[in-house]
């Protein structure tokens, strides 16, 4: 049973590269999340989904989009990665919004 | 605006040591409390809290929730040097979570 897996594991971009974080998970979770961790700050949620073909705005959104079109896969997108999006990105899943989350191990991306 | 405080942000033991960590909540629509344990990844569930003192245990981990006061208490007896991570504590409101900034716990040998 995987649980929640995130790829990639490591990234470097370039500022205005685009590219794609894949969350899958296998628990039949209904609700998903992405989160970013930087020093000092804690976890901030930057987007979730309460189920397959919804997304909702989290605390840190900008810069970043989303899509659910199938329940197991949770997308995080980066349209023109800036240096400020240089973080580890994490995601989660979980039965219902207050249940508690499974955690993927982590994407860390940097953008030079 | 919904927050969580967590304090100390970081504390260094001995291994066999009690501690405890503290969390502090504003959540609008509060439903539940949660612990996890962040070592090099990902954070791992230790509790869920909804009910006003009643502790919840697991081996050496204990944790409580006083919603008068609005906080919660995780404690852990003997400490292990495995017992080394960022410990986290999140506010769950209706439809919001809200992340603590962690505290920090190093167990020397």
């Known amino acids: 049973n995987a649980g929640v897996t995130q790829t990639p594991k490591f990234r470097v971009l370039k500022t205005g590269q685009s590219m794609t974080l894949l969350c899958a998970q296998d628990?039949?979770?209904?609700?998903m999340y992405w989160y970013r961790q930087d020093p000092g700050m804690g976890l901030r949620l930057i987007h979730y989904?309460?189920?397959?073909?919804?997304?909702a705005k989290g605390e840190v959104p900008d810069g970043y989009n989303v899509s659910r079109l199938k329940k197991q896969n949770f997308l995080l997108g980066l349209e023109s990665a800036a240096p400020s999006q240089t973080s580890v990105y994490f995601c989660?899943?979980?039965?219902?919004?207050?249940?508690?989350?499974?955690f993927g191990d982590g994407t860390r991306l940097s953008i030079l | 605006e919904d927050k969580v405080v967590q304090s100390p942000l970081s504390l260094v033991v001995h291994e066999g040591d009690t501690v405890t960590l503290n969390c502090s909540y504003e959540?609008?629509?509060?439903?539940?409390l949660l612990w996890y344990k962040q070592e090099k990844k990902a954070p791992t569930f230790l509790f869920m809290l909804?009910?006003?003192?009643i502790e919840k245990k697991s081996g050496r981990l204990s944790s409580i929730l006083d919603k008068k006061e609005l906080f919660s208490i995780l404690n852990i007896t003997a400490t292990q040097t495995g017992d080394s991570a960022v410990y986290l504590c999140?506010?769950?409101?209706?439809?919001?979570?809200?992340f603590g900034k962690g505290t920090m716990l190093l167990v020397s040998p």
């Open positions: 989660a899943s979980s039965f219902h919004g207050d249940q508690p989350q499974h």
């Open positions: 628990m039949n979770h209904e609700y």
């Open positions: 909804t009910s006003s003192g």
């Open positions: 999140v506010g769950s409101g209706y439809s919001t979570l809200t």
């Open positions: 989904s309460v189920g397959e073909g919804t997304t």
């Open positions: 959540v609008t629509n509060f439903r539940s």
